[in-house]
Nanobody, 120 residues
Framework: QVQLVESGGGLVQAGGSLRLSCAAS????????MGWYRRAPGKQRELVAT???????NYADSVKGRFTISRDNAKNTVYLQMNSLKLEDTAVYFC??????????????WGQGTQVTVSS
């Protein structure tokens, strides 16, 4: 079993910054792609950013130039630095991680989500 615990969400004014963290724990042999997704009120969940084991990154067009995803492989942790936040960034942010457990089975796990609210 692999668990993800997110932290760092909260309330911030437009133009401000927040940093999300997501720590994975459990029976992890190797961690591949990690990522952040979000679900805004009344909308479907969408990709925000992903980062591969080799640190290649991918971003949604709406966050390019404002958000930065990074990871600490030694800690099995992924981060999302969010700058120049906009009202439309308000959403529940979910962490996702995929890899292989020590038993050899593949996992694809989601965190419980953390609320980010941007106010005017």
């Amino acid at each position: 079993q692999v668990q993800l615990v997110e932290s760092g969400g909260g309330l911030v004014q437009a133009g401000g910054s927040l940093r999300l963290s997501c720590a994975a724990s459990g029976s992890i042999f190797s961690m591949n792609t990690m990522g952040w997704y979000r679900r805004a009120p009344g909308k479907q969940r969408e990709l925000v950013a992903t980062i591969t084991g080799g640190s290649s990154t991918n971003y949604a067009d709406s966050v390019k130039g404002r958000f930065t995803i990074s990871r600490d492989n030694a800690k099995n942790t992924v981060y999302l630095q969010m700058n120049s936040l906009k009202l439309e960034d308000t959403a529940v942010y979910f962490c996702n991680a995929a890899g292989y457990s020590r038993s050899g089975s593949r996992f694809d796990t989601w965190g419980q989500g953390t609320q980010v609210t941007v106010s005017s």
